[in-house]
């Protein structure tokens, strides 16, 4: 499983199997592809997608629990794991 990223025009942080399928899922589930998905869309190891997570999160005690966030990620089936605040 990998973990993909996108900042433009919403960030999300996506749970796929390929980028492809992280594509769609953003599509479905954020935002239509104005163009630019393909060169927004950016793989991140999961180290820096625990750190998106707990940034974007808010959850400050985040860094002592890494460990426990990791495997969340990991254990997550594939989907938006972390959607832009603006669109709740």
């Known amino acids: 499983m990998k973990f993909f990223e996108v900042?433009?025009?919403?960030y999300a942080l996506i749970?796929?199997?390929?980028k492809?399928?992280?594509?769609?899922?953003?599509?479905?589930g954020v935002a239509d592809d104005e163009g630019n998905l393909n060169k927004e869309i950016q793989e991140v190891s999961l180290?820096?997608?625990v750190k998106a997570y707990i940034n974007r999160t808010g959850f400050e005690q985040g860094s002592f629990?890494?460990?426990e966030i990791s495997n969340n990620l990991k254990d997550r089936e594939v989907g938006v794991?972390?959607?832009?605040?603006?669109?709740l």
């Open 81 to 87: 794991v972390v959607l832009d605040g603006h669109l």
């Open 47 to 49: 180290d820096y997608a």
């Open 65 to 67: 629990f890494k460990g």
């Open 7 to 10: 900042s433009d025009p919403y």
């Open 15 to 18: 749970k796929a199997n390929t």
């Open 20 to 28: 492809e399928d992280a594509m769609k899922t953003y599509i479905e």
